[in-house]
C-alpha cells in the first residue's frame, strides 16, 4: 500500500521538526515537504500534489487561512489544521478555514501529554482525512446561493393550519461551511427557531457560537439548561455546547451528559429524537455533510413522526456518511443539494407567514 504524503506547515522550527518526526516514526506515513509561510505552502502543495496538508494558523507571508482558501480553490487537498486552542483570533481563523474547507482541527501538543497520546491522535486524524475526496473550495461551487429555487416541499402536517414550529439540524466533517452557506442566506426576519448540533473538539468549540453569529443574519448562542423553547417569530438559532446533548423536554432545552452516541457529544440523534417526540409534524430536519451515522437514525424519527425530513445530496457532502446512511434508512423525505437547502426553508417560512395573514 504507498504510504500518505504529508506536507507539514508551521512557522516554529521547534513544532514542525515534532510534527516531521512523529511522521517520520509512522510506517505508511511519508513527509514530502516543509513550509514556514503560507506563500510556500501553496507552492509546495502544488507541485508536490501531497495527500495531506499540516496547516498551521499563524504564518508569516500568509497566514494560514489564506493558504487554506487558495488551495480549497484551486489544488483541493485535505488539510488538517494544526493550531493553538487557547486565543480567541487563532479560534476565528481556525473556524473560518474550517468553512473555506479545512477537514479537522487538532490542538498543538502542550508539552504535558501523557506519553504518545497526542501522537496517536495526530497519526490518527491524519490517516482519517487523508481518505476522504475533498471538494472544490465552497464558497466557490457554492457561492451562488441566491436566486436559487426553492425544491418543491412535500406535503406534511407541518403544511397545516399552524405550521412549523422548529428547524432541527445536525452537522459534522465539513459542517462549517454548510452551516454558513445556509445561514447567510435566510433572511434576517427569518421567524422559525433553528436548533443546532455540529461535531466540534471541545478545545475548539467555546467561541463558535460568537463566530456563527458573526457569520449569520440570525442571532446564534449556545443553548442555556432550562430555557424555554425559542418562540416562532424569535429568528434565534441555538446550538449544543461542546460535550453537551442538547435535547427538547417539555417545551424547554435541555443540556445532558448522557452517554456519547455514535461516538458524538453533542449527538444529533439525540436532538433529532427529542424534538420528534417532543414537536412531531411540526418538526423539518436537516442532515447535512459529515463523516459517521449520527443523525440517521434521529431523521427517520422526524419523517415518522410527520415532519419534514431533508438530507444533503451527495455531490455537495464534503463527506457523504451521515446523509448516506440517512437516505439507506429512507429517513430522507427530501434529497437536496446545499443550494437549495435554506431556500427551501424560506418557502417553510413564506407559506407559514401566508397563513397566519390569511
Given at each position: 500500500m504507498p504510504s500518505i504524503r504529508v506536507l507539514v506547515v508551521e512557522d516554529s522550527f521547534t513544532i514542525r521538526k515534532r510534527l516531521v518526526e512523529v511522521l517520520e516514526e509512522e510506517p505508511g506515513m511519508e513527509v514530502v515537504g516543509e513550509a514556514e509561510d503560507g506563500k510556500r505552502a501553496i507552492e509546495l502543495c502544488q507541485s508536490l500534489r501531497p495527500d495531506v496538508v499540516t496547516m498551521d494558523m499563524m504564518l508569516p507571508l500568509m497566514s494560514g487561512l489564506s493558504a487554506t482558501e487558495y488551495i480549497m480553490a484551486f489544488c483541493p487537498t485535505p488539510i488538517l489544521i494544526v493550531s493553538a486552542s487557547n486565543n480567541r483570533g487563532e479560534l476565528f481563523r481556525t473556524y473560518d478555514a474550517l468553512a473555506a474547507g479545512a477537514l479537522d482541527v487538532l490542538e498543538k501538543p502542550l508539552g504535558h501529554e501523557a506519553d504518545g497520546v497526542w501522537e496517536r491522535r495526530f497519526i490518527a486524524a491524519l490517516k482519517l482525512i487523508s481518505r476522504i475526496k475533498v471538494i472544490t473550495h465552497p464558497r466557490a461551487r457554492l457561492g451562488l446561493t441566491r436566486g436559487s429555487q426553492p425544491a418543491a416541499v412535500?406535503?406534511?402536517?407541518?403544511?397545516?393550519?399552524d405550521g412549523y414550529r422548529l428547524i432541527a439540524m445536525g452537522a459534522s466533517t465539513g459542517g462549517p461551511a454548510a452551516l454558513v452557506e445556509i445561514l447567510r442566506n435566510l433572511p434576517p426576519d427569518f421567524h422559525i427557531p433553528i436548533l443546532l448540533v455540529i461535531h466540534i473538539g471541545r478545545s475548539f468549540g467555546d467561541?463558535?457560537?460568537?463566530?456563527l453569529d458573526g457569520q449569520s443574519r440570525l442571532r446564534v448562542a449556545y443553548a442555556r439548561d432550562?430555557?424555554?423553547?425559542?418562540?416562532?417569530?424569535?429568528?434565534?438559532?441555538?446550538?449544543?455546547?461542546p460535550d453537551r446533548h442538547l435535547?427538547?423536554?417539555?417545551?424547554?432545552?435541555?443540556l445532558t451528559s448522557d452517554p456519547e452516541?455514535?461516538?458524538?457529544?453533542?449527538?444529533?440523534?439525540a436532538l433529532f429524537e427529542s424534538v420528534a417526540l417532543e414537536i412531531g409534524p411540526r418538526t423539518a430536519a436537516c442532515l447535512l455533510t459529515g463523516m459517521g451515522r449520527d443523525g440517521a437514525e434521529g431523521l427517520l424519527a422526524v419523517r415518522r413522526a410527520g415532519g419534514l425530513s431533508i438530507a444533503q445530496d451527495e455531490a455537495t457532502s464534503v463527506v457523504f456518511g451521515m446523509p448516506r446512511e440517512a437516505i439507506l434508512l429512507e429517513a430522507a423525505e427530501q434529497t437536496l443539494p446545499l443550494d437549495q437547502i435554506?431556500?427551501?426553508l424560506v418557502g417553510l417560512a413564506s407559506c407559514q407567514s401566508s397563513r397566519r395573514r390569511t
Open positions: 412535500a406535503k406534511s402536517a407541518g403544511d397545516g393550519p467561541s463558535f457560537a460568537e463566530w432550562g430555557e424555554p423553547l425559542p418562540k416562532i417569530g424569535s429568528g434565534r438559532v441555538v446550538l449544543a455546547p435535547v427538547v423536554a417539555r417545551g424547554h432545552l435541555r452516541r455514535h461516538s458524538c457529544r453533542p449527538s444529533v440523534d435554506a431556500p427551501t
